[in-house]
């Protein structure tokens, strides 16, 4: 038993040296509750989404096997670095503050524009005084708390939004396609308020810093949609013809 | 589910609810009622034998072992729950891959911790990698058992303590001078009748464990708190039932399904007080007695 393995050992070194691992299950994490980005599809029960549709496509062009995992927003990079999953895909800006603890790939979607959503006939100056809320962990929330604002932090992204129209918060700060359906759909009720704003580095793939093939993979993988057009197609697909395509 | 449910979009009124309550994420959603019953009847017998352990090591006449015994009661009372239970699945899990690491790769020559990473060999990883969806899921409920375990182990272990110590001393000295051992004494004498001393603890400690099943969240178990706050959330028109925020009607039904778990426990515990009171010397006991005479 022993011997067997060390063979196996030794052939997962020779595996991780050249980088092949096509036959392991690769592990990507979401967070299931950011709509377009990703989220639980409510007839089917399944992760769905713009970051579902590209992983999936990424795993196919690089030939590994992709699973799903869904993780708590708060604690999805504590668990990649654990090695309860290898790679994430949860709309993740990419950010100095994280590069100091996980790696990322190229980005998947140019950095977008973020914005403020507020009831109606809210005045702009709630934006550098009043209360504004933010899922905790993001970008978003940073900006906030170095601004004059004060900080409401929320665990995910669909609570910032009751507790705007509880008047708890003055205003929500939060990528602006998440945003986007939340107001069309609430007749009027919700607006954005002033100009968008323009955070992060855009959002790529988190992967443990050790783990260099699975990031030089994904990649090549990335770069290869870049540049044959299939990229711009998903990004149309899941965020409108408005979005900011890749050239 | 049903036929009438393929386009949600033109449906309206009661066949919309229907299908609604019975959409791919609802049947998660009534899956993890189950998972918190199974929580339950798998985390209340394990936490008994550990509180039955541990008291027994408290009363022990060796002395490391009741040392052992009072240290663990202790430590793990008096760690706040949330702390314990974020450490416990953690802890232990790196603990056993690492002793797996060690036990398969001893010529592995790269560090365990790479920076902020934590890297064992292939064959140390616990669930095995390329295990089933399932085989996860049973590995991470298993943590959690065994945090919850430990946890109200501890408390049980107090309980029973008290309640051996409740029997009348009288009883144990007389066993003695019959010439039974001090093994003997306690099988015989101190164990069936601790229990009626126990039952008013340990029913508080059922009900703090009903309670806290919540905590599975944490554990990255998706238990009805998760999908009620999930469901409950707005959904916009991106997905196949629109609807706005109705966390208030999700929890509101959480609140029913507990209280409806603590009114059946409340049952069952009256229900096992009148039978082990039954010629009991305690007032209840003495009660029944009468009654019967």
Redesign the interface.
């Known amino acids: 038993m022993k011997t067997l ?2 063979g ?2 030794a052939l ?1 070194l020779a595996f991780a040296a050249t980088g092949a691992l096509a036959q ?2 690769v592990r990507l994490a979401s967070e ?2 950011y ?2 980005y990703n ?8 992760l769905d989404g713009y970051e579902r549709a590209l992983g999936d496509a990424l795993c196919e062009r690089a030939g590994l096997t992709c ?1 799903w995992v ?3 927003w708060d ?1 999805i990079i504590p ?1 990649l ?3 309860n999953y290898d790679a994430i895909m949860a709309g993740m800006s990419i950010t100095e503050a994280r590069m100091e ?2 790696s990322f790939t190229q980005n998947y979607l140019l950095p977008e524009a973020s914005a403020y959503v507020a009831l109606a006939g809210a005045d702009v100056s709630v934006r550098d005084s009043g209360v504004i809320a933010a899922q905790s962990n993001t970008i978003q929330a940073g900006h906030v708390a170095a601004s004059g604002a004060d900080l409401l932090e929320f665990p ?1 992204p ?2 910032t ?2 507790a705007l ?1 509880n008047q708890e918060a003055d205003a929500v700060l939060a990528d602006k396609a998440f945003l986007v ?2 107001v ?2 609430s007749n009027g009720e919700l607006e954005f308020l002033g100009d968008d704003v323009l955070l992060g580095g855009g959002i790529g793939m988190g992967i ?4 260099d093939a699975l990031r030089a993979t994904f990649d090549a993988a990335i770069a290869e949609m870049k540049a044959d057009g299939s990229l711009n197609a998903l990004i149309s697909e899941w965020f409108g013809d408005e979005a900011a395509l890749y050239e | 589910m049903f036929s009438f449910c393929s386009d ?1 979009s033109v449906l309206s009124g009661l066949p919309w609810f229907v299908c609604y309550l019975t ?6 959603f009534y899956r993890a009622f189950g998972v918190v019953m199974l929580l339950l009847v798998v985390t209340a017998p394990a936490a008994l034998a550990i509180g039955m352990g541990g008291a027994m090591a408290i009363r022990a006449r060796f002395a490391p072992l009741s040392l052992l015994g009072k240290a663990y009661v202790n430590i793990a009372r008096g760690v706040p729950d949330i702390v314990f239970f974020l450490f416990v699945p ?1 802890a232990l ?2 603990g056993i ?1 690492y002793v797996l690491h060690h036990i ?2 001893p ?2 020559d790269q560090p365990i911790r ?10 140390a ?1 616990m669930p095995p ?2 295990a089933p ?1 399932w085989v996860r899921d049973a590995y991470a409920f298993g943590m959690a058992v065994l945090a919850f375990a430990l946890v109200f182990g501890a408390f049980v272990a107090n309980t029973l303590h008290g309640a051996m110590q409740a029997v009348p001393h009288a009883q144990i000295e007389t066993a003695e001078a019959y010439g039974m051992t001090r093994a003997q004494a306690f099988r015989r004498i101190v164990l069936p009748q601790m229990w009626v001393y126990a039952l008013p603890g340990l029913s508080n400690i059922w009900q703090i464990l009903i309670k806290a099943t919540p905590l599975l ?1 944490l554990l ?1 178990i ?1 238990d009805v708190v998760y999908w009620a ?3 409950g ?10 609807h706005p ?1 109705w ?1 208030m009607w999700y929890f509101l039904a959480l609140l029913g399904f507990y209280l409806f778990l603590t009114w059946l426990s409340e049952r069952g515990f009256g229900w096992l007080t009148l039978r082990l009171s039954h010629g009991q010397a305690t007032a209840e006991g003495e009660r029944m007695r009468r009654a019967a005479a």
């Not at chain 2, 959409?23 to 998660?28: I, M, R, W």
């Not at chain 2, 959330?233 to 629109?242: D, F, M, V």
Request: hydrophobic share 30%; proline share 5%; charged share 25%.
């Open positions: 393995n060390l196996g050992a997962a392991d299950v299931g509750a709509p377009p989220f639980i599809n409510d007839a089917t029960g399944e699973e869904i993780n708590d604690t668990n670095v654990a090695g603890v996980i995910t669909d609570e939004i009751a129209r359906p939340y069309t759909d443990r810093q050790s783990d | 949600p959409s791919a994420t609802h049947l998660d953690i899990g790196q891959e398969n790769c010529d592995w790479q920076g902020n990473d934590f890297l064992v060999c292939r064959e990883k990698i390329g969806a969240f990255g998706q706050r999930e469901l959330g707005q959904k916009t028109t991106l997905y196949s039932y629109p925020d966390r």
